[in-house]
């Protein structure tokens, strides 16, 4: 059952991670639609996942916050995003959802209230995030955020059998700040 909630969307809230979301992660981490656009090679069991959680425990430089939908007192996860190296100017964040629930804007939302958290509680430049150039949905989400395309890393990684492009995306600080204001 996912943890306490830490931040709240209109439709998605931010839960923290517990032992006993190891099944979940395992799961997600496994699918073929997950894994293959995070560029995840190797399978996962629930002690591996259960393991990854212990990792992150007392963790002050990275954060791990389960996506859930709410019904009533019963929480439903539904992805996972997360803000790596937050002692960088420019931390990393990065996002997956279940494929069922792709489509549905949940993704940008998610990363969006993970976005304000960070600009709001830390004390950071600005924000960076990649993809491969091919997975049009985890582009889509930093597009609608206002992330910048910085850069592209051609034939950077080997993903489901062939090189693909790694495309690099950043927001600062004033870029938020004024997207905030225009809405």
Do not use: K
């Amino acid at each position: 059952m996912p943890g306490a909630v830490f931040r709240r969307g209109d439709r998605v809230t931010l839960r923290t991670v517990e032992h006993e979301d190891a099944e979940f992660l395992q799961r997600g981490h496994n699918d073929p639609a997950v894994a293959v656009p995070l560029g995840v090679n190797m399978p996962e069991n629930e002690s591996e996942a259960q393991a990854s959680i212990e990792d992150h425990e007392g963790d002050n430089l990275n954060v791990s916050l389960l996506v859930c939908l709410e019904d009533g007192d019963d929480p439903t996860p539904i992805g996972q995003v997360y803000l790596m190296d937050l002692h960088h100017t420019r931390p990393e964040l990065s996002y997956w959802l279940l494929p069922e629930y792709h489509g549905n804007g949940y993704g940008t939302e998610a990363t969006e209230v993970l976005v304000d958290y960070a600009f709001n509680a830390h004390e950071i430049r600005g924000l960076q995030a990649q993809a491969f150039a091919p997975n049009d949905g985890s582009v889509g989400v930093l597009e609608n955020l206002d992330f910048e395309h910085e850069g592209t890393l051609r034939d950077a990684r080997f993903r489901d059998g062939e090189y693909v492009d790694v495309v690099w995306y950043g927001l600062l600080r004033e870029e938020w700040d004024d997207m905030e204001v225009d809405d």
